[in-house]
């Protein structure tokens, strides 16, 4: 996937079958969305960039999201909706490297359109999840035993008797 982008449609995302969250878990859940897809962008080696309405909240520290994922907050009287259509005109067309996330059925088809992937922000979710239990699978496989360290250590001559 080099020079893959994954465009997120932030609360769209975030409020998927919940409705609205007060203020302040709103905050905490965004963080949480941003660890999530930093994680991700690492494991499949893709940009993401993730789109929210509005500036981030008045007792909410700058953001400061981590390498690869861009945060991005559309100003008034913007939608998000609206900055990731001109995200997704700036790139070169057919934008096939680009993938869009969201539920949102008029988005999703103007996306198409451009030739972007869309997923719903469910296929997206499911996902993830595969992606994380295979990077768990693969922990566990790739990590030796106490008694594989152990003749290993003993092999190469560094085991202390």
């Not at 609205?20 to 905050?27: A, K, V």
């Not at 940009?47 to 690869?68: D, H, T, W």
């Not at 997206?124 to 990077?135: C, L, P």
Request: include cysteine.
């Amino acid at each position: 996937m080099a020079g893959a982008k994954i465009i997120v449609d932030g609360y769209n995302f975030l409020l998927a079958g919940k409705g609205t969250l007060p203020t302040e878990e709103l905050w905490q859940s965004r963080k949480l969305v941003v660890n999530r897809l930093s994680s991700y962008a690492a494991m499949k080696k893709v940009k993401i960039i993730l789109v929210f309405n509005g500036r981030k909240g008045p007792n909410e520290p700058a953001p400061n999201p981590p390498p690869g994922l861009s945060l991005l907050f559309s100003c008034y009287p913007e939608s998000a909706d609206a900055l990731i259509k001109k995200l997704v005109e700036k790139e070169k067309q057919p934008a096939r490297h680009v993938t869009v996330v969201t539920s949102d059925r008029a988005i999703a088809a103007y996306v198409k359109s451009c030739g972007c992937v869309h997923w719903s922000t469910e296929e997206f979710r499911g996902k993830m999840a595969i992606a994380s239990t295979h990077t768990d699978e693969e922990q566990k496989r790739s990590s030796l035993s106490r008694a594989e360290l152990d003749e290993w250590l003993d092999l190469f001559g560094e085991k202390k008797t």
